[in-house]
């Protein structure tokens, strides 16, 4: 991997693969890392300049236990690249937290170089209210979030795949009570991971608010969902495409919150097909 060093001496490492016009940036979400993107890369590196990153905090690198794992860091981290690589026309593609950071990007640094959009299950606010109830589980307040970040200080391991597990998809609720073998694997990669610092970045992420920003997105946006997601409803599927004025919604029959990896090939093409037609 290489890297680029942030003026907080921290280091955001990425993968760079391919060449083409526009650059894909693949951005994963809370608690995942490269790896989670490295199987699409290598086959749309064919057709494109594809980069995937590690984002700060993630993905088993040293890092200080002082390092600012805020959503404004992290877009700046990604102005960074950009800017590093000299990416002008790039076409992000950010599941969950990485959905959350490309908003982030767009509210501090507008959408002159982004050409395209791909969101892959996210909520433009995590929490739940009075107000607003198309967050995490369509029910998650600030009292739940307060008593998740206690749960996840004593065991952050097994906290992460209770909140996965317990979610709106049965079938991961069955695995997890049958310690199935894909449970085993996020078990062992989670306790490799560094805590303190994801804990800190879940507590800044279900802080922010990004519901006014995507009226002002008019970048070609592809949504993403899996039918199935344990975290988000079809309400706020809608919720979004009708609040991303050009936008393309498209729903993965039977998948959970990490549509991709449920239908590879599918999401492939899909991403081929929006990325051809910019």
Same mark, same amino acid.
């Given at each position: 991997?290489?890297?680029?060093?942030?003026?907080?001496?921290?280091?955001?490492?990425?993968?760079?693969?391919?060449?083409?016009?526009?650059?894909?940036?693949?951005?994963?979400?809370?608690?995942?890392?490269?790896?989670?993107?490295?199987?699409?890369?290598?086959?749309?590196?064919?057709?494109?300049?594809?980069?995937?990153?590690?984002?700060?905090?993630?993905?088993?690198?040293?890092?200080?236990?002082?390092?600012?794992?805020?959503?404004?860091?992290?877009?700046?981290?990604?102005?960074?690249?950009?800017?590093?690589?000299?990416?002008?026309?790039?076409?992000?593609?950010?599941?969950?937290?990485?959905?959350?950071?490309?908003?982030?990007?767009?509210?501090?640094?507008?959408?002159?170089?982004?050409?395209?959009?791909?969101?892959?299950?996210?909520?433009?606010?995590?929490?739940?209210?009075?107000?607003?109830?198309?967050?995490?589980?369509?029910?998650?307040?600030?009292?739940?979030?307060?008593?998740?970040?206690?749960?996840?200080?004593?065991?952050? /391991?097994?906290?992460?795949?209770? #909140?996965?597990? $317990? +979610?709106?998809?049965? *079938?991961?609720?069955?695995?997890?009570? @049958? =310690?199935?073998?894909?449970?085993?694997?996020?078990?062992?990669?989670?306790?490799?991971?560094?805590?303190?610092?994801?804990?800190?970045?879940?507590?800044?992420?279900?802080?922010?608010?990004?519901?006014?920003?995507?009226? /002002?997105?008019?970048?070609?946006? #592809?949504?993403? $969902? +899996?039918?199935?997601? *344990?975290?988000?409803?079809?309400?706020? @599927? =809608?919720?979004?495409?009708?609040?991303?004025?050009?936008?393309?919604?498209?729903?993965?029959?039977?998948?959970?919150?990490?549509?991709?990896?449920?239908?590879?090939?599918?999401?492939?093409?899909?991403?081929?097909?929006?990325?051809?037609?910019?």
């Amino acid at each position: 991997m290489e890297y680029l060093t942030r003026p907080d001496l921290t280091k955001i490492h990425f993968v760079s693969l391919g060449e083409g016009n526009k650059t894909l940036i693949f951005l994963h979400g809370w608690t995942a890392c490269v790896r989670e993107w490295l199987p699409f890369a290598s086959e749309l590196a064919q057709k494109h300049r594809v980069v995937c990153w590690d984002a700060r905090g993630h993905g088993e690198h040293p890092y200080s236990e002082g390092t600012n794992m805020t959503l404004p860091e992290m877009a700046d981290d990604l102005h960074t690249l950009l800017n590093y690589l000299d990416i002008q026309e790039a076409v992000i593609i950010g599941h969950s937290l990485g959905a959350l950071t490309t908003w982030e990007y767009i509210r501090k640094y507008g959408q002159d170089r982004i050409a395209g959009l791909c969101m892959v299950d996210h909520s433009p606010k995590l929490l739940t209210d009075d107000e607003w109830n198309h967050g995490v589980y369509g029910e998650f307040s600030s009292k739940n979030n307060e008593t998740f970040i206690q749960l996840l200080k004593q065991d952050f /391991t097994q906290s992460v795949l209770e #909140l996965i597990a $317990y +979610g709106m998809h049965y *079938q991961s609720l069955q695995n997890f009570q @049958q =310690n199935s073998h894909s449970f085993q694997k996020m078990r062992d990669y989670l306790q490799k991971q560094n805590a303190p610092l994801l804990i800190a970045c879940w507590e800044n992420i279900t802080q922010q608010d990004y519901r006014d920003v995507l009226p /002002t997105i008019n970048t070609p946006t #592809l949504l993403i $969902y +899996g039918e199935e997601s *344990q975290f988000y409803c079809a309400k706020l @599927q =809608n919720w979004v495409h009708q609040h991303i004025e050009n936008s393309e919604l498209l729903v993965y029959p039977s998948a959970d919150h990490s549509p991709h990896l449920w239908h590879r090939q599918k999401f492939i093409y899909n991403l081929n097909r929006f990325v051809d037609a910019l």
